[in-house]
């Protein structure tokens, strides 16, 4: 399968050189749906710059990513674009290889349960096959490569797309490892935690493991299950220091903390973006700030645990459900960040038949994503409207995003349902039943 | 969530809309007609209403009578202008210069992108004047412009007298908190579009200009003023600008109301107000207005000076005096006092306009339509669209889940199929949009077409083998000669038209609905016929 990947990278590679080489590049870097305060390239070149003049970067509350950037951009600034390029591909084939070994752990899994008969016995059509599961690879590289917000991202030349890349290799160090690879997989995630936010460390945590849990049931009585989490969090917090001593060591200075932690969390910087914080935190008082920003803050990683509680059998699944819930609800997001699980789709294609909304939903995106420069023209260059307009077409896209979620959770969670008791319901007394979502 | 995750109601709906398709588009259609049509009925529209406080009352009282002297000076500018043959530049900055005003000069020039047709040259060459009244205690902050055409021929020189003798009217008095910019332009909209980019430091098109300029810091307000008579029979405003960008509604009040005051008749569209409203030719007349608005909106084209201002975001309007052979005749003292109410009143502004409506319809000057009641008009036109989707939807990807085994392997392959004539148009399109203008030049060298002609004949052909597409290449789509093949093709084209529709309509209503009337029943009702 290794041609048609490479076929796809360069078709990818392609559009981004004639985008980089055409006026659009220029548009495209403007728009404050593509980059964030928190990943704009503006800001990643002034730091350099401010750093060349021997200042601290964060001075100024202009550059708000970790210290790693600056130190790989220090080194690489002229080849910028073929950095961001290969980054891309590079989350592609790590996708491409997390995607090739997930279907081979399911298709394991599978057969072990028909094996000990846990299935009912009319459900074969949706079983799946390895004749349907042999392009999914492809298509989940073939998704994010040439999404349309990804190639925006990346020629915008957001550091989303290296955050992407980090999870994305967090993910195939998480699938690929067993109790052998652990390490490798809570580096990945001190890396990236390290990288993004420390927010979503907590639950990526959770989600690892979840999945090495696959080994060891979870009884919250059994031994086992507490040397492992005790193993795991030590791990995780020892690799979370070292990185972040080897920041302070780059820099010589704490300054990064408040800079990019404390600006994700307090979310001071109120330009408009794809997400729900700015329009609120705009016209609030001074006083409820802070409990405001704490509520919604809340809404990244509460669902955390009940997510957990109920997939725990599914890891992979709920790590595109977290990583969904992430993108949605975070202080600064970007269409980078919805590209990325929107990459994950095509792993549950075969849900197809159970999602309720999916045409109304996708036309909805659709509709939002082509109406935000429309009423971005309308409010900041006509004047004629105002940011009512433009949060409108924010709320609406975010309700479409959490529709689009809960759908395919609600479609997964119905499949199961249906493996387990048949594709033909009944009632107690005979009659026809079907499943309702209350 | 009820509607998306309760099956009853969905299946209930779902059989609705596939069983009674065809009517309830037709009904939709109609139902969206009939609100635009109905918007004109006067009872339905509201009045009119200033919604700015600091433009509240019209309690000025105005003290101009500089009449007499305006028509004089006008006099003195129709016999300069024709002995300079074009604008009498000294003789402006030397009468300027006298009322006090500080006076700069903006030489322009623009190369045309196809030659004058009258005088066969390529560079439009022009000068633009303009005297900046200082006011006397505040700190030059923010502007107001007066703006006058300096057009060919013996139009507009009483629009010249009647602007200096206001700047030597407003001279005088110490009220003013903002300056006033008296401009004289040159070339209509080109020596418009070159003061403002001039004045805002931009380069939108290329226009050259020279020489640095006096500024007077940010523009609130413009009013382009044109006059061609010594009397006038009623004023008339035009609001349409480029792009069928309108300004704020507050400005059109704000003239409604000192035209009431004066006694002064003024009218929109160049149609007189009616007092009556029950009855069938006011209706007509009315709707009349309406219609006049909505096709000079849909032009896109800026109805006077005025309509560039507001793509730089100062809220601007075109006064025009009508001499008619009415009998009562307004002369200039009560239009100068018109005026002069109106840059009164705009000069208590505290911040920009924005409190009142931008995006209208006016079927008569004393009433308007605002967007949230315009608006569903157009929304049931694309509910026909949005009924054709559901009609196919049904048809190519099944109404309710019910498992079919067939589906999803079916559904994927029929994606691909679209990609071919998907390609095929928009390379259609980006023919349309590059090819006229960048073949223009090599046309006039084979052909012997004039340069504009040469772009007319280009679009048209392009549009003529266009119509031939769907001959040439249904052979290249594979899957295409199925059912599934053009349904699948049909549902996307209208998600597409129902898409660029709706944001058309954003930016330009007028131009928006109109699409929306011709096109949503050819798109609706279109189905493949002939031999496969």
């Given amino acids: 399968m290794a041609a048609p990947l490479v076929l796809v ?13 055409s006026s659009l590049a220029a548009f495209i870097s403007e728009r404050v749906e593509v980059a964030s305060p928190l990943n704009a390239w503006k800001r990643v ?37 073929l950095v961001f390029m290969i980054t891309d591909v590079l989350t592609a084939v790590a996708l491409y290889l997390a995607i090739q070994d997930f279907n081979k752990v399911v298709f394991r899994k599978q057969k072990l349960l028909i094996e000990l008969d846990k299935y009912a016995p009319d459900v074969a059509e949706l079983i799946q096959t390895p004749m349907e599961m042999h392009y999914i690879p492809l298509k989940v590289a073939l998704f994010y490569l040439l999404n349309p917000y990804t190639v925006m991202s990346c020629v915008a030349k957001s550091t989303c797309a290296i955050n992407n890349t980090v999870i ?122 802070l409990f405001f920003v704490c509520v919604f803050q809340i809404n990244v ?20 459900v977290q990583i969904a819930i992430i993108s949605i609800f975070k202080s600064y997001p970007t269409v980078g960040d919805v590209a990325l699980y929107m990459a994950f789709l095509p792993v549950w294609s075969h849900l197809y038949r159970f999602l309720r909304n999916i045409f109304i939903l996708s036309c909805v995106l659709i509709v939002c994503s082509l109406l935000f420069p429309v009423l971005w023209h309308l409010w900041i260059y006509a004047g004629s409207a105002n940011s009512n307009f433009y949060y409108a077409i924010t709320l609406t896209f975010n309700i479409g995003q959490i529709l ?31 499943l309702v979502l209350k | 969530m009820g509607l998306l995750s309760d099956p009853q109601c969905r299946r209930a709906l779902s059989r609705l809309v596939l069983r009674l398709n065809t009517p309830l588009c037709a009904l939709s259609y109609l139902a969206g007609l009939g609100w635009f049509l109905a918007l004109a009925f006067p009872p339905l529209a509201p009045r009119t209403y200033m919604s700015e406080n600091a433009m509240g009352s019209t309690m000025v009282e105005e003290q101009f009578l500089l009449g007499e002297r305006a028509l004089s000076y006008a006099r003195e500018f129709a016999g300069h202008k024709k002995k300079a043959g074009g604008m009498p530049v000294a003789w402006l900055e030397k009468t300027m210069w006298s009322l006090g005003l500080e006076v700069h000069k903006q030489p322009f020039a623009r190369t045309l992108p196809f030659p004058d047709e009258a005088r066969e040259r390529y560079m439009v060459k022009g000068t633009n004047v303009y005297g900046i009244l200082r006011a006397p205690r505040a700190a030059s902050t923010e502007a107001l412009v007066l703006s006058v055409p300096c057009s060919e021929g013996p139009h507009n020189n009483q629009a010249v007298g009647l602007m200096l ?51 007077a810091g940010a523009i609130q307000a413009a009013v382009s003023l044109e006059l061609s008579s010594d009397v006038v029979t009623s004023f008339d405003v035009a609001v349409e600008g480029l792009n069928g960008q309108l300004p704020n509604l507050d400005l059109l ?4 109301a000192f035209c009431q005051k004066n006694g002064l008749l003024c009218t929109i569209q160049g149609k007189l107000p009616r007092s009556d409203w029950d009855s069938l030719p006011a209706y007509a007349h009315s709707l009349q207005t309406l219609l006049l608005m909505v096709l000079a909106q849909a032009s896109g084209q800026p109805r006077g000076d005025h309509g560039l201002f507001l793509r730089y975001r100062i809220e601007a309007v075109t006064l025009r005096g009508i001499n008619s052979f009415r009998q009562y005749k307004y002369d200039m003292t009560t239009v100068g006092k018109t005026l002069e109410g109106m840059f009164r009143k705009l000069n208590n502004l505290l911040e920009r306009l924005h409190q009142s409506y931008f995006f209208y319809l006016l079927p008569s000057l004393s009433r308007f339509i605002s967007i949230g009641v315009y608006m569903p008009a157009f929304g049931f036109l694309i509910l026909v669209l949005v009924l054709k989707i559901s009609f196919w939807m049904g048809g190519v990807g099944g109404g309710e889940r019910e498992p079919h085994p067939s589906f999803p392997q079916e559904a994927r392959p029929g994606l691909l199929v679209l990609v071919p004539p998907l390609l095929i148009c928009h390379a259609a399109g980006l023919a349309l949009y590059f090819l006229p203008v960048l073949g223009q030049r090599v046309a006039t060298q084979h ?57 058309l309509a954003l930016l330009n209503f007028s131009l928006g609905f109109l699409l929306a009337a011709t096109m949503v029943p050819a798109a609706a009702a279109a189905r493949p016929t002939g031999p496969k």
């Avoid at chain 1, 049931?217 to 995780?236: D, E, I």
């Avoid at chain 2, 031939?468 to 038209?497: C, E, F, I």
């Fill in chain 2, 165 to 215: 003798a206001l700047a030597a009217y407003f001279r005088g008095q110490i009220y003013w908190a903002k300056d006033i910019i008296f401009l004289v332009n040159e070339h209509d909209l080109l020596g418009m579009e070159a003061w403002l980019e001039a004045y805002h430091d931009v380069n939108l098109t290329e226009v050259r200009s020279s020489g640095t300029l006096g500024r």
């Fill in chain 1, 404 to 434: 689009l979620v809960s759908d395919y959770f609600y479609a997964f969670l119905r499949r199961e349902y249906y493996l387990t008791h048949g594709l033909h319901l009944t009632r107690q007394d005979g009659t026809e039943a079907m």
């Fill in chain 1, 301 to 320: 990683f509460f669902y955390t645990i009940p997510l957990a509680i109920k997939l725990k059998e599914h890891p992979v699944f709920f790590m595109f």
């Fill in chain 1, 168 to 289: 994305a290799f967090f993910i195939l160090a998480t699938i690929k490892g067993n109790a052998m690879k652990k390490k490798n997989g809570s580096l990945c995630l001190s890396i990236k935690s390290r990288r993004s936010a420390v927010i979503k460390s907590g639950d990526i945590c959770l989600l690892v493991f979840r999945f090495q849990r696959q080994f060891i049931p979870v009884k919250l009585k059994s031994k086992s299950f507490w040397l492992y989490t005790m193993q795991y969090a030590a791990l995780y917090l020892c690799s979370l220091v070292v990185i972040i001593c080897l920041s302070f060591f780059l820099l010589n200075s704490w300054d990064f903390i408040p800079s990019v932690y404390g600006f994700i969390l307090s979310v001071p910087d109120l330009t408009p973006n794809i997400g729900l914080f700015w329009y609120f935190f705009a016209e609030m008082f001074e006083h409820f700030s």
């Fill in chain 1, 9 to 21: 990278v360069l078709v990818a590679v392609t559009v981004r050189a004639v985008l980089y080489r």
């Fill in chain 2, 253 to 256: 009040n704000l003239f409604h």
């Fill in chain 1, 45 to 81: 070149v002034e730091g350099l710059a401010l750093l060349d003049l021997g200042v601290s970067p964060y001075s100024g509350a202009v550059f708000h990513e970790t210290p790693l950037i600056i130190y790989l951009f220090h080194f690489l600034i002229e080849y910028a674009e």
């Fill in chain 2, 447 to 503: 052909f012997p077409v004039s340069e504009s002609e040469a772009v007319v004949l280009t679009v048209i052909a392009i549009y003529v083998a266009g119509m031939a597409l769907p001959h040439n290449t249904h052979r290249v789509l594979a899957g295409g000669s199925s059912d599934r093949g053009w349904m699948t093709l049909k549902l996307l084209a209208l998600l597409y038209l129902a898409l660029q529709l709706g944001c």
